[in-house]
């Protein structure tokens, strides 16, 4: 499975971004995709997840902020459009995609929120 990220850059605080994931390769044996953010020296985060039956799964810290999606006809990209958007926010995110084996990673994409 690759894993193509796109969107992210810089927003000021209380904007929007749209981060997209496009999968390839061996979709079938995805299970759920999603989106983790991780800042330099510190843990990778889930930040959030839905899975091939459409359930949601969000970070406390961007419930009611952040919607994560996918699209209904290739069912191979995820989208997290991120309103509301927090200084704290600022982090680089990384796309993830899970099968029954493994996890598969995309490139991180830099989110800064300016105050």
């Known amino acids: 499975v690759q894993l193509q990220a796109s969107g992210g850059g810089l927003a000021q605080a209380g904007g929007s971004l749209r981060l997209s994931c496009a999968a390839s390769?061996?979709?079938?044996?995805?299970?759920?995709m999603g989106w983790y953010r991780q800042a330099p020296g510190n843990q990778r985060e889930l930040v959030a997840l839905?899975?091939?039956?459409?359930?949601?799964?969000y970070a406390d810290s961007v419930k009611g902020r952040f919607t994560i999606s996918r699209d209904n006809v290739k069912n191979t990209t995820v989208y997290l459009q991120m309103n509301s958007l927090k200084p704290e926010d600022t982090d680089n995110y990384y796309c993830s995609a899970r099968t029954n084996v493994r996890h598969y990673w995309g490139q991180g994409t830099l989110v800064t929120v300016s105050s």
């Open positions: 390769g061996n979709i079938f044996s995805i299970t759920a």
């Open positions: 839905i899975t091939n039956k459409n359930i949601t799964n």
